[in-house]
């Protein structure tokens, strides 16, 4: 692989690399090869290019927020702590789904994208605090390996439940523009 295709292929591995999804290599009939974030068709010869596994060093965090967090970066704002919450969660239905759903996330992602957008200032909290970003990180980790060693009938209620809850609920947050608030 030449110099150029090393750099092409490493600038669209680094925005997957912080959400621990794969990249789908698919090499179609013809003999193309196309990288994308989304499952090969039917018709195309899939690999999945996965982002190296966190280092050793950094532990999966056990709860989002803990005792003796360091203060210059701990989010203190019971409201700004609920929301983070909100954010992880589906933050990482979404990326688990996109990962093991087909066409899950070329059908959700404008509402995905929509939502990041007009998220803008949770999602700039959530960027702030790295426990909350390598808690997705592993959440997500956990529900690929999960998904990788599922039943077809398990696959087949995930994608189920994808498609019929959590992509029509990122649709919702989507339009509606704030986050739900947990009860």
């Avoid at 290019?49 to 532990?59: D, N």
């Avoid at 003796?68 to 929301?83: I, M, N, W």
């Avoid at 592993?138 to 039943?151: L, N, P, S």
Wanted: hydrophobic share 35%; net charge neutral; aromatic share 8%.
């Amino acid at each position: 692989m030449g110099v150029r295709a090393v750099a092409i292929l490493a600038t669209c591995l680094c925005p997957l690399a912080g959400f621990g999804q794969g990249l789908f290599k698919c090499t179609t009939k013809q003999g193309r090869t196309v990288y994308q974030d989304s499952k090969c068709d039917e018709e195309s010869r899939q690999s999945v290019l996965k982002p190296p596994a966190p280092p050793a060093s950094e532990p999966c965090p056990t709860a989002l927020f803990a005792e003796g967090e360091d203060p210059r970066t701990a989010v203190s704002d019971p409201e700004a702590r609920k929301e983070i919450g909100v954010l992880v969660d589906m933050l990482v239905n979404y990326e688990g789904c996109s990962a093991a759903v087909p066409g899950f996330a070329s059908r959700f992602q404008g509402a995905y994208r929509q939502w990041h957008e007009r998220s803008r200032d949770a999602f700039a909290r959530y960027e702030a605090y790295p426990t909350a970003r390598r808690m997705v990180e592993c959440r997500v980790a956990e529900e690929r390996d999960r998904a990788d060693a599922g039943t077809a009938e398990g696959k087949e209620y995930k994608a189920k439940i994808c498609m019929e809850m959590i992509g029509p609920g990122i649709e919702r947050v989507a339009r509606e523009g704030a986050l739900p608030r947990p009860q």
